[in-house]
């Protein structure tokens, strides 16, 4: 079993930055990469981005590229998303998750999810 819990989420206003943090158990497996999804209210948890736990490789969603960078930490099991030029459509919940592939960006296709945090951006 992974437990993972994001922290770092807050209120900014528009065009700020945020790092989010992803922290995974530590002595269990935590997957081949971890993503980050968010979710709106009333909306559908969306793909964010992803990196792989070695290696580096990452994937991001084209409404995030650019803006946002996410990197990991494998010794530490810890993973990042640098957010930045945040906009109001940003404002969701954030979580991160593990999965066996890059890429994948259907939320069954990851195992184990944390709690969330809260992103509001305000304009």
């Known amino acids: 079993q992974v437990r993972l819990v994001e922290s770092g989420g807050g209120s900014v206003q528009a065009g700020s930055s945020l790092e989010l943090t992803c922290t995974a158990s530590r002595g269990t497996s935590n997957g081949y990469a971890v993503g980050w999804f968010r979710q709106a209210p009333g909306q559908e948890r969306e793909f964010v981005a992803a990196?792989?736990?070695?290696?580096?490789?990452?994937y991001y969603a084209e409404s995030v590229k650019g803006r946002f960078t996410t990197s990991a930490d494998n010794a530490k099991s810890v993973a990042y998303l640098q957010m930045s030029r945040l906009i109001p459509g940003d404002t969701a919940v954030y979580y991160c998750a593990v999965t066996q592939f890059l890429g994948q960006t259907d939320v069954d296709e990851y195992d184990f999810w944390g709690q969330g945090t809260q992103v509001t951006v305000s304009s």
């Open positions: 990196v792989t736990w070695s290696g580096g490789r990452t």
